[in-house]
């Protein structure tokens, strides 16, 4: 009876655990090809090219990596603090792949808008000097940089391939989501059906951005004092909560090792990244 008992548990041991097992992961390979997508479309943006089968295994290693070393840090500390730590350090490190996207493709759209003048300046003197636009766009892309060598570059390609120009040009302003491009392309497609002189909307286009960025210096000028007080504020009471914990290390100790200490600790982290993230949105001027 005993071994019948045991066969039976065993049994729906393995059926129990092939219910959770299966839609555990199906959902696991759902959620890493979703990234791999979204992960391969960035790279492809920053024209990148390279394979992200294996991004699960990068994001595990990102997750071991910060969560190791955050636990060294946090080693002398009183448990279970160096465990909760280096839990939130693990749980940070998955989307950590993500995360340096964002920032690379942040950064490399402000290099695009950047030269996105000099661009409409160099395109503008070769129409003047009886080039056309399509000559103008081949001589922007031998003297420029990447990334807007790069992207006109592909749009070029995308021409000779049978794809119209301002279509292809369409799909520069969708992959960089600058605002100024977007006009100027639409000013290309407009001048292009009914005619004009597009050497001086590029011109005044010009001088429309060149008055936007000194009114962005100048915005920016006035909210830095503001967006530096919300840093200052934000990161008083983790200060405060170190130099008590160096003074009265039994008080602090309270705060990760009793469940009172555990809420009043994510109120703390909550409540603050509240106060930070909407003093930035009050700094933060739409214009």
Wanted: aromatic content about 8%; hydrophobic content about 50%; charged content about 20%.
């Amino acid at each position: 009876m005993l071994y019948v008992i045991l066969g039976v548990s065993f049994v729906v041991a393995i059926m129990a655990f092939q219910m959770i097992y299966v839609p555990i992961n199906e959902g696991i390979k759902q959620a890493n090809a979703k990234a791999e997508a979204s992960v391969t479309k960035d790279l492809d943006a920053m024209f990148v090219f390279i394979s992200v089968e294996h991004l699960g295994y990068i994001k595990l290693g990102c997750m071991g990596l910060i969560g190791i070393s955050l636990y060294m840090i946090c080693f002398n500390m009183k448990p279970p603090a160096p465990y909760i730590v280096a839990g939130i350090g693990a749980g940070a490190g998955y989307f950590t792949p993500e995360l340096v996207l964002s920032v690379l493709g942040k950064r490399r759209k402000a290099k695009f808008a950047e030269q996105l003048v000099d661009a409409l300046v160099l395109l503008s003197n070769g129409l003047r000097a009886g080039f056309t636009f399509q000559q103008a766009l081949e001589m922007l892309v031998e003297e420029s940089k990447p990334p807007l060598s790069q992207e006109f570059s592909l749009a070029l390609r995308q021409y000779r391939l049978g794809l119209d120009l301002d279509d292809a040009l369409l799909k520069v302003v969708k992959r960089t989501e600058d605002e100024d491009l977007g006009l100027a392309v639409t000013a290309v497609s407009i001048t292009r059906e009914v005619g004009g002189n597009l050497a001086e909307i590029f011109d005044r286009i010009v001088s429309m951005i060149r008055e936007r960025k000194l009114l962005e210096g100048k915005v920016s000028a006035m909210t830095a004092q503001g967006k530096m007080q919300a840093m200052v504020v934000a990161l008083i009471p983790y200060l405060l909560g170190a130099v008590v914990a160096k003074i009265n290390p039994e008080m602090m100790k309270l705060m990760w090792t009793t469940l009172p200490g555990y809420i009043a600790l994510g109120l703390v982290i909550l409540l603050d990244s509240i106060g930070y993230f909407w003093v930035l949105k009050l700094t933060k001027i739409e214009y």
